[in-house]
């Protein structure tokens, strides 16, 4: 009716407002005779409680429908355009394999009732693409002169429409009489229908897509029955074996997840034996025993304090006056007032911090003077306060130390302190980033406060 329109089913010229209105007319005409009616409202699990439809439902609701049918996840995203889109990233498989005709195909096949099928006229029949085009559907074929293919799908689909006698009587009437009278002058007198509804099945040789006829052994002769058994049980064998094919190879992406999982497993258990051989007095019989964390410190307070109880008889007038001559700040200093060396773990860290390592001060109960007793000593305070700020601020949060140590990690997706302080310390010179107390935190590991 509107040749001059770009898009199908519009009557406006506009590109843009075109699409938009019939959109909204169909969305308003749905939600007036449909979705507003309380026998709709009624079909709904909770009547009481209408949280309403809208047009993004139809969507939903072919993604719901082929996911039940048999298609997997990545299939439904390629058949409902899903990847590629920008901002829907949904899936990497696009940008790997841009065109996969077999997965649109078999999406497809499932969302069709009954199953796929196509319309050819009658064996023996000939029916030219002038005539379908010039008497059983002219208004679409003036819109779309240079299709050739969908006008001689829409022609062959209508003309069995015309002759089945259950879609009949859903048709304009003058329609029907106009195309049966124009056929009766084409063809003469045809008994039954002159077109045919075939079923097709969809299958994957390889790479290559086929979709090939679901013959039906009751409407051929007698004399075909046999081939057509035959040709019948090749395809339930391709299909069969297409199955098989496909149920291996989600078996062996099963097999190597289950074989990345136990890599990283037994990586971590190689690397658990390692930092206990490094604690537990450098051998391998030490890596495997049961010690406690501050065995090795314990055992060396235990030497030092007996070594300076030898020594104190004799070197008690040398150390009186050393004292003595030290600088009041340097007095200050608490012997314990000390920091691991080798730390490996969050967890670690955070007991250091509260409650000391061995024999050590808690880290927060340290002194101006016990953080600045050396260089070393400031540098490596001042490179874990960093760290022990976020952990303070997530347990003052509400969360338990091992959730606030797995944020964290999962922040900087890293579980090595080293890398953990470096992006810390780059977080600090990041503008964009809000400041908790005196300093600023990355956004995922902000809680309850806007990001």
Same mark, same amino acid.
């Given at each position: 009716m509107h040749p001059q329109v770009k898009f199908l089913f519009t009557t406006n010229s506009d590109d843009k407002k075109g699409p938009l209105n019939v959109k909204q007319q169909y969305r308003n005409q749905i939600a007036s005779h449909v979705w507003a009616k309380d026998e709709f409202k009624q079909l709904e699990e909770e009547p009481e409680d209408h949280n309403g439809v809208g047009t993004t439902s139809g969507r939903k609701f072919f993604s719901d429908k082929a996911q039940k049918a048999g298609a997997v996840d990545t299939q439904v995203e390629y058949r409902g355009r899903w990847v590629g889109e920008k901002g829907r990233k949904v899936v990497n498989r696009h940008y790997i394999r841009t065109d996969d005709p077999y997965t649109d195909?078999?999406?497809?096949?499932?969302?069709?009732?009954?199953?796929?099928?196509?319309?050819? =006229?009658?064996?023996?029949?000939? /029916?030219?693409?002038?005539? @379908?085009?010039?008497?059983?559907?002219? *208004?679409?074929?003036?819109?779309? +002169?240079?299709?050739?293919?969908?006008?001689?799908?829409?022609?062959?689909?209508?003309?069995?429409?015309?002759?089945? +006698?259950?879609?009949?009587?859903?048709?304009?009437? %003058?329609?029907?009489?106009?195309?049966?009278?124009?056929? !009766?002058?084409?063809? $003469?007198?045809?008994?039954?229908?002159?077109?045919?509804?075939?079923?097709? &099945?969809?299958? #994957?040789? !390889?790479?290559r897509l086929q979709i090939v006829p679901a013959v039906d052994i009751n409407d051929q002769p007698q004399q075909q029955q046999q081939l057509a058994l035959q040709n019948n049980d090749n395809r339930q064998i391709m299909a069969y074996?297409?199955?098989? &094919?496909?149920?291996?190879?989600?078996?062996?992406?099963?097999?190597?997840?289950?074989?990345?999982?136990?890599? %990283?497993?037994?990586?971590?258990?190689?690397?658990?034996?390692?930092?206990?051989?490094?604690?537990? $007095? $450098?051998?391998? &019989?030490? *890596?495997?025993?049961?010690?406690?964390?501050?065995?090795?410190?314990?055992?060396?307070?235990?030497?030092?304090?007996?070594?300076?109880?030898?020594?104190?008889?004799?070197?008690?007038?040398?150390?009186?006056?050393?004292?003595?001559? @030290?600088?009041? #700040?340097?007095?200050?200093?608490?012997?314990?007032?000390? @920091?691991?060396?080798?730390?490996? =773990?969050?967890? +670690?860290?955070?007991?250091?911090?509260?409650?000391? /390592? $061995?024999?050590?001060?808690?880290?927060?109960?340290?002194? *101006?003077?016990?953080?600045?007793? =050396?260089?070393s000593m400031k540098m490596m305070y001042s490179r874990r306060l960093c760290i022990w700020r976020v952990q303070v601020y997530l347990l003052n949060a509400g969360l338990a130390v091992e959730a606030a140590n797995q944020r964290i990690i999962d922040t900087y997706n890293t579980d090595k302190l080293t890398a953990i302080i470096l992006c810390v310390k780059r977080d600090q010179k990041n503008q964009g980033y809000v400041f908790v107390g005196s300093q600023r935190f990355h956004p995922r590991l902000l809680i309850n406060q806007p990001r």
């Open positions: 195909a078999c999406v497809a096949s499932l969302l069709c009732d009954g199953g796929p099928i196509k319309y050819e =006229s009658r064996e023996g029949l000939v /029916i030219t693409d002038e005539w @379908l085009f010039a008497n059983v559907v002219p *208004s679409i074929r003036t819109r779309f +002169e240079h299709d050739n293919r969908m006008c001689r799908l829409l022609c062959l689909a209508w003309l069995w429409g015309i002759y089945n +006698e259950d879609v009949v009587a859903l048709l304009p009437a %003058t329609d029907v009489a106009r195309i049966r009278a124009s056929f !009766g002058e084409y063809c $003469g007198d045809v008994e039954g229908n002159p077109v045919r509804k075939i079923k097709l &099945e969809v299958l #994957r040789v !390889g790479t074996l297409q199955r098989i &094919e496909e149920n291996q190879q989600e078996q062996f992406q099963l097999i190597r997840n289950a074989q990345a999982d136990q890599q %990283t497993w037994l990586e971590q258990q190689v690397q658990l034996i390692i930092n206990n051989q490094r604690r537990f $007095g $450098g051998t391998i &019989e030490g *890596s495997f025993a049961r010690n406690q964390p501050n065995r090795r410190h314990l055992s060396q307070d235990h030497t030092r304090d007996l070594q300076r109880q030898q020594l104190q008889p004799q070197q008690m007038p040398q150390q009186q006056q050393r004292r003595a001559a @030290l600088p009041m #700040r340097t007095r200050e200093v608490a012997p314990n007032a000390q @920091l691991a060396k080798h730390i490996r =773990s969050l967890l +670690e860290l955070w007991r250091e911090y509260n409650f000391g /390592i $061995g024999t050590n001060k808690p880290a927060r109960q340290f002194t *101006s003077a016990e953080r600045n007793q =050396s260089t």
